[in-house]
């Protein structure tokens, strides 16, 4: 089962032209061309500042590879960034956006092993601390933030992994385990929320999920949701009988997380309150020739 829903908004980018050389670029042919992106210059809405256009092929660097892009993952940390709802201002001139994304590696940079070059990959934090993401033909990303996609999940899910998993990795395991216990995770058909149940069930705990309609309770399910309840009157009351023992939450509204906090009795998780350098672990990369599981 995959381990994000596949509901997170995705822009699909449609190659239009011949494919470089799958080469290093070190002492090889190196045929640099032009590549379609999405860029902006000027923090806005995205009506008035994105810029469709032309710009020149990335080439990796030491460390890095290089993915044809097939998805873009778009974030609301994303659009926030563009929309300079941070107030910090354009942290660089210009600005590919967009972190996560999926694809296929076409060119590998020094020191990367060329057996990277032609697995489909998903990526995460490609214009985390970087100008350039994954809304363009091709990014290149450093190999610690690239890891290989089961054969069998969809490169458009691929693109959904990035912050929707390690916000709900973090969420669900960086107050220490959950095994044996009780999670409750609002929103459970969300990315997010699709992420942490799934993780919450695989490390051992009984899983409490809450959904807003009625056609949300599959998602949440084939997540690995034990119980599945909708939001609205009262939820306080209906989680009692399930014996809560922990609260794991993503976006609820404020009743929602009022209910919740009524009765977390044993131990509250909130990941914006917990200490800033806990944070998820790279995954874990295949070793050369080996594929990934």
Request: include cysteine; aromatic fraction near 4%.
């Amino acid at each position: 089962m995959p381990v994000v829903s596949a509901l997170a908004a995705i822009w699909r980018l449609l190659p239009t032209r011949i494919p470089s050389a799958q080469t290093r670029g070190i002492g090889e042919l190196d045929l640099r061309t032009k590549m379609k992106a999405a860029w902006y210059e000027k923090q806005g809405a995205a009506r008035d500042v994105l810029i469709i256009g032309e710009m020149d092929d990335p080439q990796p660097r030491t460390g890095e590879v290089r993915i044809r892009v097939a998805f873009s993952g778009v974030n609301p940390g994303d659009v926030k960034k563009r929309e300079d709802a941070f107030g910090v201002g354009m942290p660089y001139p210009r600005v590919i956006p967009h972190s996560d994304g999926s694809g296929t590696v076409d060119l590998v940079g020094e020191g990367v092993s060329r057996e990277w070059v032609g697995r489909r990959v998903w990526c995460y934090g490609a214009q985390s601390y970087r100008p350039f993401g994954t809304a363009a033909e091709y990014t290149a990303v450093p190999l610690q933030q690239v890891a290989q996609l089961p054969e069998g999940v969809p490169l458009e899910q691929g693109a959904c992994l990035g912050i929707p998993g390690i916000t709900a990795h973090r969420a669900v395991h960086v107050a220490g385990s959950v095994k044996g216990k009780t999670v409750l995770v609002q929103g459970g058909a969300g990315a997010v929320g699709a992420c942490a149940v799934q993780l919450a069930h695989q490390a051992g705990a009984r899983v409490i999920a809450t959904c807003r309609a009625e056609s949300d309770n599959e998602i949440a399910s084939r997540a690995g949701a034990d119980e599945v309840l909708l939001t609205g009157e009262k939820l306080a009351e209906r989680i009692r009988t399930l014996d809560l023992a922990m609260n794991v939450y993503d976006k609820a509204s404020d009743e929602d997380i009022r209910a919740g906090l009524k009765v977390a009795s044993k131990k509250l998780l909130r990941s914006d309150l917990l200490p800033k350098d806990l944070l998820p672990t790279t995954p874990k990369q295949p070793e050369e020739g080996e594929s990934a599981a």
